[in-house]
DNA sequence: AATGAATGAGGGTTCATTCAT
DNA sequence: GATGAATGAACCCTCATTCAT
């Protein structure tokens, strides 16, 4: 059974090449292995890209509960934002491929994600640090929509990811007293 | 041709339904012409839907250009923002399957469009109502990414396209002198 | 559309020759065209055969029905008794392939065959010419169930058929007064 | 080898339900053991099913011959026919999944019962209870292939079972002097 | 010029069988 | 001797593209 591993590896490796075909005999080829044992020990490509996306996700939703205990919640929220961005652009290539996929592992730990994020949220507002005229559910969904789509950006650059963190977090920040 | 018309006039109708399969037969369907007249007008499937995906994006580029004429380049880059993101949110699958595609045209409809979202963010940066210490490109990538995801997260509401230009236009702001 | 025919043709040869594999592509091979043409013209396997049998039990349908019209119910049954072994004899291989597969056509078409089938019984059976003390619908579902067999039996013989015609018929009279 | 058995047993087992797959993976899964076992044992699928159905022919055989030795010989026809009906519907897949393999001991297995079977009958008619104007071996086939035809009708009932016998017997029975 | 028809390439999946452990 | 793991072959199906009509 560490053939799973090896195909994890593969599909994993494959996720993050932008422009790949992300087929099973791709995958198995990379593995070293042939098409049959992949579907195999899986019981289907969706069980299989659903398994190394996830095996993905759980590192960073683990880190986003650490960063939750460890500091408060807005320290929490800039330094997993940045994170979970380069996560991403490391990634790239995970939410091409993905649409109309089965995913189930996949969107548990993304709503696990999601909260964590909320959580960050909602407890830097209560510091202070974040205005509170703006919804928490869509302020959270705002942040997931917009860390993707700087993550996934082309061509990604640090820079680009530090004028993002930048602009939300001026923008998230308690408007000043006219 | 008249033809063409009738193909890029499926093609636009078939890019703004999620879920749909967008094969040549379909689209052909759709524009009641045989599949093969739909690749013989156009000479394969991504010349077509670059043609389509042009002349859904030409107007939106002539917007802003007419916006930058018509006004401050301020209120230009408000007013766009939010008509760019209804204009991809009525044509969410545009994106979704087109990656991987050759699509010159598209590309340099881009362009265009990226080009004239930096024209609106200069003049407001001259203006003073955008903040300096920001890269200009820098700054136009961050919000065409950000944009494109909001306009295609899911669900999309309007309280989402609300939040993402108060937080993002707030966060564009110069900073107040302490 | 005049190659839906040649597939159906192709489809009908090969069901009956026994030992046959029945895969598209064979029956593609079969009919000079390439396996995904077949399945195009007929949208799936289960179709193209349902239609294939479909085509060849509308006749025998069709002669049942004449039959009834035409002659007494007791030698409608038996004329067509043993025309039906002819023709399930000669498309041996109908049934064994068959099994599993979602063929509504048929299905229906072997419904109205079991509903000739026992018009005919029902009409003897008031003419005094088979025994009345049997169930008509078992009746019915024991010749299909043998008259089946028959044909299929290995090795078939006209010696096979013609005993159990007799045996059947002799079988189903009025027990003589003791 | 007790592996032997505990395969035996289970393909016997899966013989007896409908609708499975009867893989080499399920009848190992169902045997408790690893389908490499299976073939081993066995050299490939086809032998292990000869077996299995072979191990259930056996007895059956037995019975009719013991049948032949306590009773008359019509008596032992009508009792072995229902008890021979009995058994195919209680294994009523056997020859749905067996078309096509090449299974030796199954068929002379068949041979011997159809020879007893033939025994049966040839006593009857000596006993001046089965009708003299039909060929032995025929009837001997008529009888093997309507029986088995009735154990495996859809759906199977007693009725027919009853209504088999009744039919089969009284068209077997000796013409009634004019 | 238009198209119905055809298809080669490719995708996912199943399964009997083989082999290293 | 037993098996988990691996796989080649085979199957059904989709689709962009080609071609004779």
Known sequence: MRNRDLVLDAATALLAEPGVSLTVETIAKRAGLGAATVVRAFGGKDA???????RLL????????????????????RTFLRELIAFQTAHHAIHDQLT???LPATTALRADLVGAVEDMLDGARQDGLVRADLDPAVTTALIGATALAVARAEPSSPDLVD?????????LAPRPAL
Do not use: F
């Open 58 to 77: 759980g590192p960073v939703v683990q880190r986003a509960r650490d960063l939750l205990a460890e500091t408060t919640p807005y320290q929490a929220l």
């Open 163 to 171: 004028a993002y963190l930048t602009v939300l977090l001026d923008g």
């Open 100 to 102: 109309g996929l089965d």
């Open 48 to 54: 299989l890209l659903d398994a190394a996306v996830a």
